[in-house]
């Protein structure tokens, strides 16, 4: 594959595996202590670069090492988070000590101050971005959950699109990881290790990564990516942690939302 030329020098030789994790359009490519993630430009390809450097001594992510763009692809190269995905087995195996960990990410996002945060994840943002999803037909309804098109969901990503603009919540504006699923959230000796995947960081409501978390926790252990169905979790788990209540109709907005991506 062509790699422009400051990433080729830092990569050399050096084997690598393909991960095939990832459900976007990006390529990933493993090295024993760094990773490179090649994808055509966008805007949240962009907004990885700005919020992984803005989170340097704020979270545990990454380290930026090389990025490049060229021909309307970007290059970015980083630093390999240690530790396991936390839809391992390891962790799966042990709910209670998984919902802790999930619960402790969602509160150290909460803990970053956000008062000079360059990027946004709010629902407005989305939302634009979500248009010109929706406009260039996009939006792949195979991928959605049954309910959300057909006789009882809307008719189609365009009318669910005008809904959801008609009713965007009051933000609790956070620091909102943008898609806090399992795959993204690394762990190390039972500690949380790393957030990956930044494309879409920035300041939101706290609500949008509970309701990806909470989907994420249930359809892992449900087994639904061709995994294993593991017991022993229940969604109150990650609430009685959190001490709050949830918040039904925004969660069910950002996963309506989040449909169009
Ligand atoms: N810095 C990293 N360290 C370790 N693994 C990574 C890193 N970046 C990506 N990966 C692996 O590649 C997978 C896909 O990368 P990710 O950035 O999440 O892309 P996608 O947008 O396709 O979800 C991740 O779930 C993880 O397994
Ligand atoms: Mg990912």
Redesign the pocket.
Known sequence: MYLPHKIAELVKDRSFDE????????R?F?FDD??L?V?KHSP?SEQ?HTMMKWLQGKLPV?KVLASESENGTDYLL?????GQ?SCSEEYMLRPDLLTDIMAESLRLLWSVDVSDCPCSNSAQRRLELAEYRVDHGLVDVTECDPETFGSNGFRDPRQLLDWLRDNIPEEEAVLSHG?L?L??I?VKDGRLS?F????RCGVGDKWNDIAILCRSLRSNFRGEYGGKVYSGYREDMLFERLGIAPDRKKMEYFRLLDELF
């Not at 991960?19 to 990006?26: A, H, K, P, Q």
């Open positions: 991960n095939t994790v990832g459900m976007s359009d990006s990933v493993t760094m990773v993630k994808e949240e990885v990454p980083m630093s390999r988070a240690e995905m898609d699923c795959p993204n690394f790393c990956i995947d930044l494309g």
